[in-house]
C-alpha cells in the first residue's frame, strides 16, 4: 500500500521498476515483475477500502452545533464526479457520453458529505454510464435525518421512499415535474406571476404515478438574477440545438423548492440557507486550491 500510494504520489508516471525501488526503501524486496503480478482484482478492492476508510477517519469531527443543522440527527449531501480513464480500462469502466464527450471508459465517484461533522462516506466507484440510483452507501442515514438532494440525484421513487422510512429531504423543483395543488393539476408557469412579489407556501403533491406529498415554497428572485437564469438557459439551449420552452423563461423568475419539512420544522429562509450550502462548499474549496473541486 505504502508503496502504491507515496510512489505514484510523487510521480504518478512512476514505472514499476521505480515503484519496485521504493518498495525497497520501504524494507520489501521485490521485483519489477513481481509487483506487477500483484496488480490482481483482490489488490484493486484493498486499495479501495483503504481509501473509504482513511476519508472517514481522517475527516470525521466531533458535531458542530448549528442551530440550523442541530435539529437532525444527520444533515447529508450526496455528490458525484466523472473521470474519464484510459481506453484499455473499457472493459471493467465504461464510458459514454456527457460533459466529458464520448469516451471509451469513465468511472463515477460518489461521495456523501454529513454537514454536522465534516464526515465523508464513500467513494462509491460505478460505470461512467451508469446510473447515479444504482449507488448503494454503507450506512443507512438515521431516522429524522436530511438530505440535501442535488437535481442530478433528483429521483421521486427514492424520495417516497425516504419519507415512508421518516427520513426527510430538501430540493429544488426539477423542471418539468407534474405539480397537484387542492386535487388539481397546477400550471406553475401560469400561477405563480398571478402572485406578485409574494413568497408562495404550499402543501402539494408531485408526479403523475408517486404522488409524492410535500411542501412547496416559490421565492421571487431580482430582475437581474432572472435575467442571468434566462441568458443561461438560451445558452444552453442553442448549445445543444434545441429551444426553451416559454413557461422554463418563466419559472427563472422564481426559485422554487420542495420538501418533506413544515412550516415548524423550517422557515423559508432556512430552507434557501441550506441549499445554497453546497455552492458555498464548492466555492471555498476553489478558493482553497485554486481549483475546481467537486464533492
Request: with cysteine; charged share 20%.
Amino acid at each position: 500500500m505504502q508503496t502504491l500510494v507515496f510512489g505514484w504520489l510523487s510521480n504518478p508516471q512512476a514505472t514499476t521498476e521505480e515503484l519496485a525501488a521504493l518498495a525497497a526503501d520501504l524494507g520489501v524486496t521485490i521485483s519489477p515483475q513481481g509487483l506487477a503480478d500483484h496488480f490482481t482484482d483482490p489488490a484493486v478492492a484493498c486499495l479501495e477500502q483503504v481509501l473509504q476508510a482513511a476519508i472517514a477517519q481522517v475527516i470525521a469531527a466531533d458535531p458542530l452545533t448549528i442551530p440550523l443543522l442541530d435539529r437532525f440527527p444527520a444533515v447529508l449531501l450526496h455528490d458525484r464526479t466523472t473521470i474519464s480513464l484510459p481506453d484499455a480500462l473499457d472493459t471493467w469502466f465504461r464510458g459514454g457520453g456527457g460533459s466529458h464527450g464520448q469516451v471509451a471508459a469513465a468511472l463515477k465517484a460518489h461521495l456523501r458529505l454529513e454537514l454536522r461533522t465534516g464526515q465523508v462516506e464513500g467513494p462509491v466507484f460505478q460505470d461512467g454510464r451508469a446510473s447515479d440510483r444504482a449507488v448503494g452507501f454503507r450506512r443507512r442515514p438515521p431516522v429524522g435525518a436530511l438530505t440535501l438532494r442535488d437535481l442530478g440525484f433528483f429521483q421521486l421513487d427514492d424520495m417516497a421512499a425516504d419519507q415512508r422510512d421518516g427520513r426527510h429531504w430538501l430540493s429544488y423543483l426539477k423542471p418539468n415535474t407534474v405539480v397537484f395543488y387542492a386535487g388539481q393539476r397546477l400550471d406553475l408557469s401560469t400561477f405563480l406571476p398571478t402572485q406578485g412579489d409574494a413568497t408562495v407556501d404550499l402543501v402539494v403533491t408531485v408526479g403523475v404515478r408517486q404522488r409524492v406529498p410535500c411542501r412547496l415554497l416559490a421565492v421571487p428572485v431580482p430582475e437581474d438574477v432572472a435575467e442571468q437564469r434566462h441568458t443561461r438557459m438560451q445558452k444552453e439551449a442553442r448549445d445543444k440545438g434545441t429551444r426553451v420552452r416559454p413557461e422554463r423563461l418563466v419559472l427563472c423568475a422564481w426559485t422554487i423548492i420542495i420538501t418533506t419539512l413544515d412550516a415548524d420544522q423550517m422557515t423559508v429562509t432556512e430552507a434557501l440557507v441550506l441549499l445554497k450550502l453546497p455552492a458555498q462548499l464548492e466555492q471555498h474549496q476553489c478558493l482553497k486550491t485554486g481549483c475546481r473541486v467537486e464533492l
